[in-house]
């Protein structure tokens, strides 16, 4: 029988050696793959390639989520010593009784659209479930309404084998020639409310696949899991229309999500597939909530397309890399949807692996001299997608498309928390002063 | 603030125009007043005359946060929190960032005391242009023998740190206290059964106090009315930091209804809140990993929404690094420009020889190229190009930067490749590999793929440079 380890065990293992021990996914190797010509956009394989290094490690995490729940046991205090009465203040004679009150906001007037991803037999798709997104009458997990519908989040699968660190091959390896495979070990093992496939083999420059065969590998998905899938295409806007449209064409009626609308490629394209084969529709903008205004009326004047039918990607920076900006385009997005403004009353969805771009979260240790030491990056690199998930999350942000097996667990536990779905056994915090931690 | 127009404020000002305050109007002074960027107190004729005594005492008071502000400690590692205005960060700014303070226990042996403590005082990240720091220690009364206490508060400021006294028992606070009498401490707490013990020493030491009653705010709002109305004016609110399930959004849920009802104008619950993300190890974590990962994701929901100010254990780096970037994301000041000017910067004083860069002027971009090239001592050309202030990744999918785009900028800047270097040759982000063909062909120059992260510049430039003809 396995041993089983936990995660500390794992570091005490590593914490005699060289940190260089662990190179045999040295960033210098995997960086300078052939990243120049994945097309534009963020690469999610960079993100893999450069933060699932630790895969074995993930997957102690994906224990998460029933890592609460259990009694605690923790030393009682000593029993303080009784106070002497000559302390005994003058000035603070009696306690005084108040009442706290405070009202909801009146102005959150307007419900967030609900958008739903993927068609089961009764709407005459093949998907066994539907994902709900939207719905919110306040801030997301604020006490003035009920938030209808929970956080959902999507792992990525590619179309083709690509260089990956040997640890990411050691959790996707068996899979990558296969992206079926690959999309139900995400569903599978790591819990994936949805699959994104990137038809990234499409860009001219990396393999020029055509649309057509791309499309095959979008019907391989959906016969591999029965959850909702996101479509997206390699980032080259002349080309993306077209493969989006061909795999919209091949998947009609299962309700997916097309990604993406943006006002720098044939927007209209996109839209009519989605309309046409009965998909969703991505709209995407760059940190600039008048752009998102802009895009989103286009789609609904110009192309059409329902309500129901949109969500918006206003862009996900990383942490310590611009997600000041993310985090208050999103709010601001939200809260103008909520005061009524009916160009944003859409959910939205963050590319949360955008993360993995910062180089906290990859580098085996700071370029700049006078930082205090990073530490072991193989832990670094999840959290750092999950504080970048985390803080969208209460900007108002629905749908996460995430990488890492870990970071998807613990982005759920605290989103389910927060929600208010995640039992847990009462932690008596009173005597914190003298707990052991 | 009371007021939100400059016209407001400008009606308590001497209205003379007289410029000493540094601004040409009195105007444009009460502009800087309504927005914070100036105080009262820099207008010497409202602070020295007395004739407008009773007009600086009003704004003062029209001009108060909503949100008290607090200081901790004493000397320039002071630490202020609270002192908001708004809710959302867009509407103006949060002031006085999150502050997190480390704790260490007074049962410790004296060494791992010690080295806890340096290590917390001696915590660098740097990050455009400054260094992000960890703010104080929490120090825990675990034995709950005023002795032993005493001697760690002695050990612990030696440091220079700002504290927190942590105990519910008041000898040991007073204790802490009689060796600490000049540092400014913040007592933790007073709670239901010690109040009048606690806030006694409050007075008596003239130091901020937590007032903590967990999941209760009727009588977290009366223990602070009371604390109010006996004098005591820099109070601290501890509603409970639970670590689990429906204790933790409760927690929430308390966080964001005294800080709404506070910046609403309920003064008497308007004071800084302190969470405790440190209970996340009380949670039966059994991994030590996970335990330091969901005290992470605790604090960072509470630096989001309302905390002012933290008491953490996790000092692995992979805690420490996310928590003070993401205290740095949520209160730097959504007014400051996105982007540099576009245009050519020299690093050092380059010359036909030295190497030519490009980046965007996305601030945050161009100042990460820019340290780590000048910190590694590298002279070169840095040419920022205008794309609407976004990074290279992003605005090359975008087409906010192309080779037009990249020329242009040249052309802006007046620099020639072809006659201002001798290499005649561009070293483009790794990121943007994509535009070295079209850059070839529009500069007419020698295009070089740089690095994905300019954290790796140096050793690119000693591979690749000078470029082999």
Known sequence: MAKKMKLSDITNMFAGMDVEALEGVTIEGDIELDLGGLGGGFDPMLAAALGQESAVLAQHFARIASMFGYPVGFGAQAAAPAVSPALAAPKLKDLISAKFDVANIAEWTTQIQEVPIGNTSADGGSRGKQVMLGGEKALPFYFDAPMPNRNQVTIDVFDMRIGLAKAVKENYDEVMDSPGEWAKKNVEKFNADMITIHLISTDPLIKDTSAKDAAKTVEEVLQAVDVPIAIGGSGNPQKDPEVLAKAAEVSEGERCLLASASLNLDYAKIAEAALKYDHDVLSWTQLDMNAQKELNRKLMKQCNVPRDRIIMDPTTAALGYGLDYAYTNMERIRLAALMGDDELTFPMSSGTTNAWGARESWMVSSPLGQDSDWGPREYRGPIWEIVTGLSLALAGNDLFMMMHPTSVAVLKQITQTLFGIVEAEPVDIANWIGAEV | ?469
């Not at chain 2, 993401?326 to 540099?340: G, K, M, Q, W």
Request: charged content about 25%.
């Open chain 2, 1 to 469: 603030m009371k007021i939100n127009s400059p016209l407001e404020a400008y009606k308590y000002l001497p209205q003379t125009n007289c410029g000493e305050c540094g601004e040409p109007t009195c105007m444009a002074f009460a502009s800087k007043l309504i927005d914070r960027s100036g105080k009262t107190s820099d207008c010497p004729p409202l602070v020295k005359e007395k004739k407008f005594a009773k007009k600086l005492a009003e704004l003062d008071r029209l001009l108060a946060p909503e949100i008290r502000q607090v200081t901790i400690g004493v000397g320039e590692r002071a630490a202020n929190i609270g002192g908001d205005d708004v809710l959302y960060r867009h509407k103006l700014t949060f002031f006085n960032k999150t502050k997190m303070f480390f704790d260490v226990a007074d049962n410790m042996e004296e060494a791992a005391l010690v080295e806890r403590v340096n290590k917390i005082a001696d915590f660098k990240k740097f990050y455009v242009g400054r260094n992000l720091l960890l703010d104080g220690v929490a120090i825990r009364a675990a034995s709950n023998d005023p002795a032993k206490f005493a001697a760690a508060v002695k050990k612990v400021a030696e440091a220079g740190l700002p504290m927190i006294f942590c105990s519910f028992n008041p000898a040991v606070l007073k204790a802490g206290l009689e060796v600490a009498k000049d540092k400014n401490p913040l007592l933790y707490a007073a709670n239901k059964d010690n109040w009048k013990e606690v806030g006694e020493l409050a007075l008596e030491y003239k130091v901020p106090v937590v007032v903590s009653v967990f999941n209760d705010l009727d009588a977290l709002k009366g223990l602070a009315k009371t604390f109010a109305e006996a004098g005591i004016k820099d109070i601290v609110l501890d509603p409970g930091t639970y670590p689990s399930g429906k204790g933790l959004k409760d927690t929430f849920t308390n966080f964001l209804k005294v800080r709404r009802a506070g910046i609403m104008g309920d003064t008497e619950i308007a004071y800084p809140i302190m969470a405790l993300p440190l209970t996340a190890w009380m949670a039966g974590i059994a991994d030590p990993v996970s335990a330091s990962y969901w005290e992470t994701v605790m604090a960072s929901v509470f630096t989001i929404r309302y905390g002012d100010i933290m008491i953490l254990h996790s000092m692995e780096p992979y805690s420490t690094l996310p928590e003070v970037h993401l205290a740095e994301t949520i209160y730097t000041d959504p007014r400051t420009p996105v982007s540099v000017d576009g245009g050519m910067y020299k690093v050092g004083n380059p010359d036909k020889d030295s190497p030519v860069f490009f980046t965007t002027n996305f601030a945050l971009t161009y100042y990460t190229v820019e340290s780590d090239i000048s910190a590694n001592g590298i002279v070169c050309w840095l040419l920022a190009v205008d794309t609407d202030g976004i990074g290279v990744e992003a605005a090359v999918a975008g087409g906010q930067l192309t080779s037009a785009k990249v020329k242009d900028a040249f052309e802006k800047a007046g620099f020639d490749l072809k006659t201002d270097t001798n290499h005649k040759t561009l070293i483009i982000p790794g990121l943007a590999a994509r535009l070295q063909g079209d850059l070839e062909d529009t500069l007419g120059a020698n295009v070089k793929v740089g690095p994905m992260d300019s954290g790796r510049i140096p050793g690119w430039i000693e591979k690749n440079w000078p470029p082999k003809q």
